[in-house]
């Protein structure tokens, strides 16, 4: 007879979780992958891995190792006075990149997404429904308006930290602040009329 009450291991089945989300991710990308699925995948109820992890994104977050939580990250940049939110987002995207950790699983994504559309299509859908779509409907631009920072942002990132192009490698965080914040500033105004 099955004992009733909590599953022992909880280290055990927080890693089942994680591996069952990494396949569905992987198989259905961000959209397809339901928190339903995953936990049937790890033979598990859902509410578990609302306890473990909260939701969907949190979850999808800790399955690729990605050093911060998209939705803290996007609040933060949010936070405080419209006319400098440019500076807020190019100092967050530099301070999610500066230390190894938080940058290996961004640039192991970045390559595998390069080649691999499975990987592509699983990130394009969560980097669209997390960051991008979020930003756009909180600052009421358009979504390709920011989908625009956002590619000037990953160009610097792989020039910076995987190519690793001399002059913005060598260059300050203050540098690379004072030169990008007023494109961000640019593209996340509102549209002029």
Known sequence: MARAGRRPGQTETREKILDAARHRFAELGYDGATVRGIAADAGVNAALLHHFFGGKQELFAAAMNLPVNPASLVASILAGPRESLGERLVRAFLAVWAAPEGRTPFIAMLRAAATNEQVALMMRQFIERTVLAEVARALDVPRVRVTGIAA???????LRYVIKLPPLVQASDDEIVEMLAPVAQYYLA???A
């Open 190 to 192: 509102p549209p002029p």
């Open 152 to 158: 000037q942002m990953i160009g610097v990132a792989l």
